[in-house]
Nanobody
């Protein structure tokens, strides 16, 4: 059974940092795309960052320069380092894996096949 488990969320003040981790089990995801999405109350789930097994990365515009995605392929893990957090970054953050054939990053949640349960990130002003 495939499982993705996020950790590292919490409450932080504006300007602070958090590092989210996603541990995958049940299969190896080498060759797939690992992504981090977030969903704030009343808003659609959006792609924050993604990375291929070859370490090609994607960042949403508002995260560029603040967030860094990385993976440890040997451990089947991905990470999202978030610096310079803002109150508008408050959301539930989900890790996800897309098994699509990569010709470019896909941003729709429906293109990702496996999901974690989410971890809450709250940024206070």
């Amino acid at each position: 059974q495939v499982q993705l488990v996020e950790s590292g969320g919490g409450l932080v003040q504006a300007g602070g940092s958090l590092r989210l981790s996603c541990s995958a089990s049940g299969r190896t995801f080498s060759g797939n795309t690992m992504g981090w999405f977030r969903q704030a109350p009343g808003k659609q789930r959006e792609l924050v960052a993604a990375i291929t097994s070859g370490r090609t990365t994607y960042y949403a515009d508002s995260m560029k320069g603040r967030f860094t995605i990385s993976t440890d392929n040997a451990k089947n893990m991905s990470f999202l380092q978030m610096n310079g957090l803002k109150p508008e970054d408050t959301a539930v953050y989900y890790c996800a894996v897309g098994t699509y054939v990569w010709y470019g990053f896909r941003q729709r949640p429906g293109d990702y096949d496996y999901w974690g349960q989410g971890t809450q990130v709250t940024v206070s002003s």
